[in-house]
């Protein structure tokens, strides 16, 4: 399907239907959204976390939270943070 047909059958703009067709949906605005309608593609991602890691993970948290909600939203922020850490040996 070209980006002129794609866009026609979506209901969306050229250049919205052209960066589905090269690079998929990266965001959720709403040309993606109408995109992924057309083709009954779900927007819901699954975590692409192993579940071993995430019993160690949970684990730990346990194991560091004091149980009270500045100690959680601190937690939180903590985590948050790393978010843009590089780790090596991942793309």
Known sequence: MTPHQLAAHADVDYYAARR???VGVKNKTSNAVKL?????ISLDKAPKVQTQLLEVLSDVLKDTWDGSEPHAILLTE??????HFKIV???
């Open 36 to 40: 992924c309608e057309s083709f009954a």
């Open 89 to 91: 040996g991942r793309s």
């Open 20 to 22: 589905f067709l090269q």
């Open 78 to 83: 903590l985590i948050k943070s790393t978010k």
